[in-house]
């Protein structure tokens, strides 16, 4: 029993981008100061729509079908729009494509940043950095698990366009959902926390940069659309990996201690020069 548990606890590993609680808050953020009625007025759909391009993510990299969804795709966010009748459909493809906004700074930037200085590890990079930032306002958390015990009406139009089964939905629903809760009860969040910030005393004010930048980027998307944004890839890719080969590179010239000295001293990726390593 206990192996199960220690599985769901884990379970997202390759989850979430900004973690799905950081991706509501920035959600509220927009809703707080928007005049755009529409999403206003389906508050709920907008939610979903911003937490909904990673629901697909779980076990991706041994899910051929998985594999295939394009759901970190600006043509996706196109399509979705294109098949929306309703306005509450509407309102769920204006929060995909904030979603979309948001990853843009968080897999082109902030991971890129941690890969690079921190470690190329998907887990101690990745997964950790986004239990991290998650924050503690409990209003997020209980609003997750409500978004997700609807997540088939909210994103109804996503299922549809992309003829996803609702049984095979409602599992994934399922397993998230219990790996969330387990992992809360575990306190996995705050444990990721206590270990970031004690390896880097400046890791809240990363994040709150790079999150404000998020912010900044998702609502571009509601004022303006994200015609302009599609020249970023918002799953990080190639950024993310080339982040790995530099760390490659760093180490053999400077050495892991440098490089984590670097990085407790200096605060933004965009402020980075290897020679400035001492």
Do not use: C
């Not at 509407?90 to 843009?104: E, K, Q, T, V």
């Not at 444990?191 to 390896?199: E, V």
């Not at 709150?208 to 799953?235: N, Q, R, V």
Request: cysteine-free; glycine content about 2%.
């Amino acid at each position: 029993m206990w192996i199960i548990s220690v599985f769901f606890i884990f379970l997202p590993i390759n989850l979430f981008a900004w973690g799905p609680e950081t991706h509501i808050k920035i959600a509220f953020e927009i809703l707080n100061t928007t005049n755009f009625s529409l999403i206003k007025s389906y508050q709920a759909f907008f939610l979903a729509g911003n937490i909904f391009p990673d629901l697909f993510n779980l076990f991706k990299d041994i899910s051929r079908f998985k594999k295939s969804l394009p759901t970190h795709s600006w043509n996706t966010v196109s399509r979705i729009f294109d098949a929306a009748t309703l306005d509450s459909e509407r309102a769920f493809a204006y929060g995909y494509s904030a979603h979309l906004a948001a990853d843009i700074i968080a897999h082109n930037q902030f991971v890129p940043q941690q890969t690079l200085l921190v470690s190329k590890s998907r887990f101690l990079s990745h997964f950790m950095l986004e239990l991290a930032t998650a924050t503690n306002d409990k209003r997020f958390r209980y609003t997750l698990i409500e978004l997700l015990e609807k997540a088939n009406i909210y994103g109804n139009i996503f299922l549809k366009t992309f003829n996803i089964d609702e049984k095979f939905f409602k599992k994934e629903i399922f397993l998230i959902k219990n790996g969330i809760r387990l992992q809360n009860f575990a306190k996995i969040p705050e444990i990721a926390n206590l270990i970031k910030t004690s390896n880097d005393s400046t890791f809240h004010i990363k994040s709150s940069i790079y999150e404000e930048k998020s912010i900044e980027m998702a609502k571009k998307t509601i004022d303006s659309g994200f015609s302009d944004l599609i020249k970023y890839d918002p799953s990080g890719k190639n950024s993310i990996a080339k982040a790995r080969n530099m760390r490659k590179e760093l180490i053999a010239s400077f050495g892991k201690k440098k490089l984590k000295k670097h990085h407790k001293e200096n605060i933004s990726l965009t402020n980075f020069n290897p020679d400035k390593i001492k």
